[in-house]
């Protein structure tokens, strides 16, 4: 006999990295934020940082040092021009990397934008038992990301397997 499973609705923090966005101009952070509660899960933060490794890693890791933060969605600084930099930033905050994540989204993404998809440095890890995605700027990229990817694992439903049944916080409620 399978049992369905139900939906468990996650807490997730957003980080908009930039120099140049603020609340206004910041579509890629809304469009992340819409997408998790059209989902269901709920946002337990949403904001804007500079370009800076130091300011990045500072927030991400009050994050993922709160119980209450399951998953943690930055956007921009994926690049390699300018002050790029947050995959430096986050992945000496990594237990683990999830190599499957960029390697899968720069697949999907060569659909789109065909080469200029070596340019990404799109990653994502775990971190306190927190997963961490780390993904480009502009809005397409955003979309994909979540829509083909993220939005599955962080369903419990998904089968044959998901992040979900991975997070010990979660699951010891």
Known sequence: MTTERQFLPLSIAVLTISDTRN???DKSGKLLCERVLAAGHRV??????????????????????ADEVNVVLTTGGTGVTGRDGTPEALAPLFDKTLDGFGEMFRVLSYEDIKTSTLQSRAVAGVANATYVFCLPGS????ALGWDALIVH?????????NLVELMPRLLER
């Open 153 to 161: 694992q962080l369903d419990f439903r998904t089968r044959p397997c």
């Open 23 to 25: 609340e206004d101009t």
């Open 139 to 142: 809005g397409g990229a955003c």
């Open 44 to 65: 337990h933060e949403k904001r804007i940082c500079r370009d800076d490794i130091y300011a990045i890693r500072a927030i991400v890791s009050q994050w993922i040092a």
